[in-house]
């Protein structure tokens, strides 16, 4: 499956959920501000993400929102700063 660049971005409450989902997103992507993560991932893994991140929330304080952007939109991406956009990581077969 084609991955998609996707950004990821959460409000979290509470500092042990927040570290849950940061550790979560940290082996799918790249933190890029302090909320914020750079994806690049397939729908499914996608899927399993949302679900696995979903489960976590607190309806009442909590959200989580995912863009998922094109090849198009993401080569027009400014980035300004040092950290540039992230590359994909390449997928090794065993």
């Known amino acids: 499956m084609k991955p998609y660049f996707t ?3 959460y409000d979290i409450h509470a500092a042990k959920t927040r570290r849950r989902i940061v550790r979560i997103l940290s082996e799918h992507g790249v933190r890029v501000q302090k909320s914020v993560f750079e994806l690049h991932v397939d729908r499914a893994e996608l899927t399993r993400l949302q679900h696995e991140i979903h ?3 607190n309806p009442a304080t909590d959200s989580a ?4 952007l ?3 939109c993401k080569a027009l991406t400014v980035s300004l700063g040092e950290t540039p956009l992230q590359a994909p990581r390449p997928y090794v077969l065993i």
């Open 7 to 9: 950004l990821a971005c």
């Open 65 to 68: 929102r995912y863009y998922l």
């Open 70 to 72: 094109c090849a198009d």
């Open 55 to 57: 489960a976590l929330l």
